[in-house]
């Protein structure tokens, strides 16, 4: 993982970077950046899909991560807070597209942790980043997603 990354840059940089071995589960955590930079949704979706279906070459379970609720970011302020809130629910709309055509899993970031980003102590003091406590938050999203998939890997 890179700060301040795009799926265009995970394909240009780092999906390169993988192992070239099997994987049970491949966990895809992008979208938050295009929001912010503007990345254009049509392209993010083929992008999105082009980076899963690789990824899908090299692991039994793809999880997408969706995007959250940006518009909790504290920093922002309206109209950009209600801005960053739509953009960030058609990007995420863009990763259950995908995962519905790839037949992967999509963490429900939006109803799966409601009130906790809301509550601006999970921030760290530059009130932009998820702190400790946001990214567990996070954490518990994505493992509430691939909670029941587990069964396949039990030996």
């Known amino acids: 993982a890179v700060g301040g990354a795009t799926v265009s840059d995970l394909l240009d940089d780092q999906v390169f970077r993988i192992e070239r071995e099997r994987y ?5 955590s992008i ?10 949704l049509k392209g993010f979706e083929s992008d999105l899909e082009r980076l899963a279906r690789m990824i899908q070459e090299r692991a039994d379970l793809v999880v997408l ?4 609720d940006m518009g ?3 920093r922002l302020l309206p109209p950009l807070k209600d801005l960053l809130r739509a953009r960030a629910r058609r990007f995420d709309a863009a990763h259950e597209r995908v995962a519905d055509r ?5 963490a429900d970031q939006w109803s799966s942790a409601p009130g ?5 102590s999970i921030f760290t ?8 406590i946001g ?12 909670h029941p998939h587990l069964d396949r890997f039990r030996v």
């Not at 991560?65 to 959250?68: A, D, K, R």
């Not at 790839?102 to 999509?106: D, H, R």
């Not at 003091?125 to 400790?132: E, I, R, V």
């Open 24 to 28: 049970d589960v491949a966990l895809i």
């Open 31 to 40: 979208g938050g950046n295009d929001v912010l930079k503007g990345t254009i």
């Open 65 to 68: 991560s969706g995007v959250g």
């Open 72 to 74: 909790t970011i504290p």
């Open 102 to 106: 790839l037949g992967a899993v999509k």
């Open 116 to 120: 906790v980003f809301a509550d601006p």
């Open 125 to 132: 003091p530059d009130l932009f980043h998820p702190g400790a």
């Open 135 to 146: 990214h567990r938050a996070w954490a518990d999203v994505a493992t509430n997603a691939l």
